[in-house]
């Protein structure tokens, strides 16, 4: 009976870790989900290295902590590594609205490019400047959630990768999500280690040393390219042993909801008005100062794909399926400012309907009229800095390193950030903008690539076909002449090409038996992939986008063939023009901001980069050297230097929302129409910055209403028609004086008659 029972015990505990596997491997870990008690969990947990091993306070050569392997024992690290903080990096990166770019300052080379992978409009990906996951982490990992492009390791098979940096990778290790800086709210927490560490190179011990449970000695950036971390310990982890109990576990205080501090890290604006001394009379944002958190309004669930305050309750103004579908506008609108203030009339619930979460008050907005609120958005009237007359700038943690603490601290002055600038967003309304304005030397050419497009859109050949069309094309035709110009192919080698590609090159692929097992789901594999749309080759160039119909050749007009301009590395512009830059010179004339540039330098400059010797395909035509500034893109004609407006050039923006000022302080607030309608009026009529290195001590500005798509002689003429509304209110309060002193008369002769009549009938 005994044996019955340890059997039945022994199947039942199979059973249940089999059970919690198949859980795990659906995507939800033991820790994840809510099971509806709101008391924190207490994290007494065991530390496991990269290596899966449990971290001993008796171990004689520890490893530091592997965020994967310890926080991934409970929560299921790779749903987490799709949220909005750690997945910018990946092939299917959501856009939505636009945000705070990451931006590549050189101010020897006059260079602030913003740079993002989420294909918002006046930002340039990582690839276009030659930026490796590796490059990224050396620029920006001081202000780096983790994850993403941290760990982005090359493969072994990875052709492409830079020699050094496959090497550097291991040596410094991954930089793996690091939750503990968002939800351990320790207070030896300290960020600044962790960006420490990493302009150390020393990536994998990032999280361990910002927790404060340990301390490391050694740089991975010193280290030999062929240093072995498997085998050598130069680089030393010191754990605080007082903070590992009996069972080698350690207490971590581990909370849901994340601390406005932990957020304030990279979040935080500092206004240089009041910089420094005087920080202390600026005032917090309104919300936090009434005791609420950031994570009050930016919520989010196991995936952490945190709300973003989107404002418009319903709608998509983004214009992306897939933003739409990771971010439910139906739950996440119910918290932006119309959501909390208003009410959000398309959520599912009646509470989130009728708006006033935690408390928040509902505006009565009397005597504004109501196109203010189809025209407008609440951050225009209630976020960020006053405008005055002129924009002031700000910085930002994270594209100015704010937050370091100790001899590695900085103080960088690019890119210099104007702030308010009142323009349009996406959905239509005016708001207020944080605006940068690109400089940096760049390219303007016609892509001329090989590649397949499918549905509409059209991606490169990879490099193993692309070597194949570079064979069959060093071949040469019968009678061909490519003399003259090898860029310019005939109809005939484009279509043998073509159809050369359409065939892979000719080879086949070799078909293995499959088990009998494996048929079904095979032929159901290979059904979905003859559903899917085949990629058809292509030939982009000269414009045109050249395909097959049959066996003829054709050509259409294609947005990948759009001529396109693209900025130049910083480190290529340092080897090409380094010394007419002045690159060398000890003693700039201002340190950590722009240094004046002159536009013979830029016309110097641009010539450089025309004699360089570009790597460049056969196919391929040579570049055209450009330089962006201020608004202005400079290119060299009949060789002068010419400036024309482009739309590379103009300035990236986006909308801010934060600090929200009180009510009182709010644009209009009790019945001051002037705020706006008056027609010296900063929010309409201010001036807004315009910054380059090209004379930067001349004062450089552009109307707000160019920003706003406002008319400004209508504004002019509306405003001064406010000049004459107290004389209208005067003359509207006599003539109703002047009319009740008529009606009172008349009432007091019609009283009269009454009287006179009634007295008659007596």
């Not at 101010?107 to 294909?119: C, F, G, H, L, Y």
């Not at 006046?122 to 590796?134: F, H, L, R, V």
């Not at 560490?197 to 062929?226: C, H, I, M, P």
Request: charged content about 25%; aromatic content about 8%.
């Amino acid at each position: 009976m005994i044996q019955i029972i340890r059997t039945f015990l022994s199947l039942t505990l199979l059973a249940g870790a089999l059970a919690l596997g198949q859980a795990a491997e659906k995507g939800k870990g033991l820790g994840d989900g809510h099971d509806g008690n709101r008391t924190s969990i207490t994290h007494l947990i065991t530390l496991y290295d990269e290596a899966g091993l449990p971290i001993k306070a008796t171990d004689k050569q520890p490893r530091p902590i592997s965020m994967r392997n310890t926080c991934g024992e409970c929560h299921d690290y790779d749903k987490m590594a799709t949220g909005w903080h750690f997945h910018s990096g990946t092939t299917n990166v959501l856009s939505g609205r636009v945000g705070e770019p990451w931006v590549l300052t050189d101010t020897r080379v006059r260079t602030q490019i913003p740079i993002s992978n989420r294909d918002w409009k006046g930002t340039y990906s990582p690839d276009d400047i030659n930026m490796t996951a590796w490059k990224f982490l050396k620029q920006f990992s001081s202000h780096f959630p983790g994850g993403n492009y941290g760990e982005m390791e090359p493969s072994d098979d990875d052709l492409d990768a830079d020699p050094e940096e496959f090497l550097r990778w291991p040596i410094s290790g991954k930089y793996e999500i690091n939750c503990l800086a968002c939800h351990h709210v320790d207070r030896k927490q300290n960020q600044s280690d962790a960006a420490l560490q990493a302009a150390r190179e020393n990536y994998r011990w990032a999280a361990t040393v910002a927790s404060g449970l340990a301390t490391v000695k050694g740089t991975a950036s010193e280290l030999d390219e062929f240093y072995d971390p498997e085998t050598e310990y130069k680089i030393i982890t010191s754990y605080d042993k007082s903070r590992f109990d009996s069972n080698n576990k350690v207490f971590l205080d581990i909370v849901r909801k994340p601390p406005s501090n932990r957020c304030y890290y990279c979040h935080s604006t500092q206004d240089l008005q009041t910089p420094g001394r005087d920080e202390w009379v600026h005032n917090e944002d309104v919300h936090l100062a009434s005791g609420m958190s950031c994570a009050d309004c930016h919520r989010n669930g196991v995936d952490h794909m945190i709300g973003r305050g989107d404002i418009e309750p319903s709608g998509n103004p983004h214009g992306s399926a897939d933003y739409l579908k990771n971010f439910d506008p139906k739950k996440h609108a119910s918290y932006s400012c119309q959501g909390c203030h208003l009410g959000n009339p398309n959520a599912e619930n009646q509470a989130d309907k009728m708006g006033g979460h935690l408390g928040a008050p509902i505006p009565e907005h009397k005597g504004i009229p109501a196109v203010h609120f189809e025209k407008l958005s609440c951050t225009a009237c209630h976020s960020g800095r006053l405008p005055e007359e002129n924009t002031a700038r700000v910085r930002t943690a994270r594209m100015h390193k704010l937050g370091l603490h100790g001899r590695h601290a900085m103080n960088k002055q690019l890119p210099h950030v104007v702030t308010p600038v009142f323009a349009k967003m996406a959905n239509g309304k005016i708001g207020p903008h944080n605006m940068i304005w690109p400089s940096f030397w760049g390219t303007r050419y016609q892509p001329s690539f090989w590649g397949t497009k499918t549905g509409d859109a059209v991606t490169p050949l990879p490099f193993e076909l692309e070597d194949m069309v570079v064979d069959h094309l060093s071949e040469k035709a019968d009678g061909e002449d490519t003399e003259s110009d090898p860029t310019k192919l005939s109809d005939e080698r484009i279509t043998a090409v073509l159809k050369l590609i359409a065939k892979g090159g000719g080879d086949q692929e070799e078909v293995e038996n499959e088990p009998p097992g494996d048929a079904e789901p095979e032929a159901e594999k290979e059904a979905e992939k003859e559903a899917e749309p085949k990629p058809e080759p292509v030939f982009v160039s000269g414009g045109k986008l050249y395909s097959l119909r049959g066996d003829a050749l054709i050509s259409t007009a294609h947005e990948a063939a759009d001529t396109t301009i693209k900025p130049l590395a910083p480190g290529l512009v340092r080897e090409i023009a380094g010394d007419e830059l002045g690159v060398e010179n000890e003693n700039p004339e201002r340190v950590n901001d722009w240094i004046a540039l002159t536009e013979d330098q830029i016309l110097n400059v641009l010539k450089l980069f025309n004699d360089y010797d570009w790597e460049l395909q056969s196919w391929q035509p040579k570049p055209e050297p450009v330089y962006v500034a201020g608004g202005k893109l400079y290119s060299i004609n009949n060789k002068v230097l010419v400036k024309d407006d482009h739309e590379a050039a103009e300035p990236y923006k986006w909308p801010i929302a934060h600090d929200v000022r009180p009510a009182s302080q709010s644009l209009g607030s009790n019945g001051r129409c002037a705020d706006c309608h008056d027609d010296t009026s900063p929010f309409i009529f201010g001036k807004v910055e315009v910054d380059t290195p090209i004379n930067p001590g001349e004062k450089q500005t552009k109307s707000m209403t160019e920003f706003g798509e406002l008319d400004p002689g209508y504004y002019q003429s509306f405003a001064f028609t406010f000049m004459f509304r107290p004389w209208l209110k005067g003359l509207v309060i006599v003539a109703c004086a002047i009319g009740g002193l008529v009606l009172l008369l008349f009432a007091l002769k019609a009283m009269d008659r009454l009287v006179t009549a009634a007295g008659r009938k007596k």
